[in-house]
């Protein structure tokens, strides 16, 4: 069974984990383990990956409209070179410090490939489900999409600088926080936008339009597309863009958008029932380890 199979069977006996994090008294904590063969590009360097690892989960943390207090990681390589591990270290940290949470260690093991499994807490006394979706909230995301699929281009025509420039993503801790109040839904990207909209259509018994001319693509997605499919698979399918996509109701838009410290734009509306996309059904697709 694949990635998302493997979940529903755990459902039943684990009937908190249907968010992006667990919320215990307060406490919101998340663990996510990222490979070299499935999750870092060739080229792709330490410090990159410690920003990334780390900053996935607290990716986490920012879709429950969480405040980040501490993270850690477990750091696995064939052996340990120092300079790759500082630089895993420097990353790690500067990205908690990004959002003002504190990096405080993790574990070291070794493994026959590089990987990293990583933990975020937070502190939410009302944290946001993926549930409350409701017919007549606006559908928004974050910032912009495609970013993450521009990069693998990037890595793949060797132009690492830029690539590794582009993975670096700020965690969208900040901006979850300032949309919580006004939030009736919310999660991450990093399975894509297309594949989250379904997954919060399962959580909230609901449906979605979008609007396919007011999805925010990335600048650099335009750089290195082909043509405008790619454009368009690359900010709807490919994923790891660790945006907010959130409902909110109409009348809360302007509102959210003031208190966001980063753009919000309205994609779509929330329906009774199907996903589509300017008319059609859009299809549920998007990351899963090791695939587009």
């Given at each position: 069974?694949?990635?998302?199979a493997?979940?529903?069977?755990?459902?039943?006996?684990?009937?908190?984990?249907?968010?992006?994090?667990?919320?215990?008294?307060?406490?919101?904590?998340?663990?996510?383990?990222?490979?070299?063969?499935?999750d870092?590009?060739?080229?792709?360097?330490?410090?990159?990956?410690?920003?990334?690892?780390?900053?996935?989960?607290?990716?986490?943390?920012?879709?429950?409209?969480?405040?980040?207090?501490?993270t850690?990681?477990?750091?696995?390589?064939?052996?340990?070179?120092?300079?790759?591990?500082?630089?895993?270290?420097a990353?790690?940290?500067?990205?908690?410090?990004?959002?003002?949470?504190?990096?405080?260690?993790?574990?070291?093991?070794?493994?026959?490939?590089?990987?990293?499994t990583?933990?975020?807490?937070?502190?939410?006394?009302?944290?946001?489900?993926?549930?409350?979706?409701?017919?007549?909230?606006?559908?928004?995301?974050?910032?912009?999409?495609?970013?993450?699929?521009?990069a693998?281009?990037l890595?793949?025509?060797?132009?690492?600088?830029?690539?590794?420039?582009?993975?670096?993503?700020?965690?969208?801790?900040?901006?979850?926080?300032a949309l919580?109040?006004?939030?009736?839904?919310?999660?991450?990207?990093?399975?894509?936008?297309?594949?989250s909209?379904?997954?919060?259509?399962e959580?909230?018994?609901?449906?979605?339009?979008?609007?396919?001319?007011?999805?925010?693509?990335?600048?650099?997605v335009?750089?290195?597309a082909?043509?405008?499919?790619?454009?368009?698979?690359?900010?709807?399918?490919f994923?790891?863009?660790?945006?907010?996509?959130?409902?909110?109701?109409?009348?809360?838009?302007?509102?959210?958008?003031?208190a966001?410290?980063?753009?919000?734009?309205?994609?779509?509306?929330?329906?009774?029932?199907?996903?589509?996309m300017?008319?059609?059904?859009?299809?549920?697709?998007g990351?899963?380890?090791?695939?587009?």
């Amino acid at each position: 069974m694949d990635e998302r199979a493997a979940l529903r069977l755990l459902a039943d006996d684990l009937p908190d984990a249907g968010d992006d994090a667990a919320v215990v008294d307060g406490q919101v904590v998340t663990t996510d383990m990222l490979h070299e063969t499935t999750d870092f590009p060739t080229g792709t360097t330490r410090y990159t990956a410690g920003w990334r690892a780390v900053g996935a989960s607290l990716s986490d943390v920012a879709a429950m409209g969480a405040r980040a207090t501490a993270t850690v990681a477990v750091y696995a390589a064939p052996e340990f070179d120092a300079d790759e591990l500082r630089d895993f270290v420097a990353g790690a940290r500067d990205v908690s410090e990004a959002v003002d949470a504190r990096y405080v260690g993790g574990d070291l093991d070794t493994l026959s490939e590089f990987s990293a499994t990583t933990t975020a807490l937070g502190r939410t006394e009302e944290p946001v489900r993926r549930s409350g979706a409701r017919p007549g909230d606006v559908l928004a995301v974050t910032g912009t999409l495609g970013r993450s699929g521009a990069a693998l281009r990037l890595f793949e025509r060797g132009d690492h600088d830029r690539a590794n420039e582009l993975f670096r993503f700020e965690p969208r801790v900040a901006a979850g926080r300032a949309l919580s109040p006004h939030a009736t839904a919310m999660m991450d990207s990093s399975d894509g936008l297309a594949r989250s909209v379904h997954q919060l259509a399962e959580a909230s018994d609901c449906g979605f339009d979008l609007d396919g001319d007011a999805l925010p693509v990335a600048d650099s997605v335009r750089e290195v597309a082909e043509d405008d499919a790619e454009e368009r698979r690359l900010s709807t399918f490919f994923g790891e863009d660790f945006e907010l996509v959130v409902t909110l109701p109409d009348d809360a838009i302007a509102t959210a958008r003031e208190a966001s410290p980063v753009p919000l734009r309205v994609v779509g509306e929330v329906t009774e029932d199907g996903v589509r996309m300017d008319g059609d059904p859009l299809p549920d697709r998007g990351y899963t380890h090791g695939q587009e």
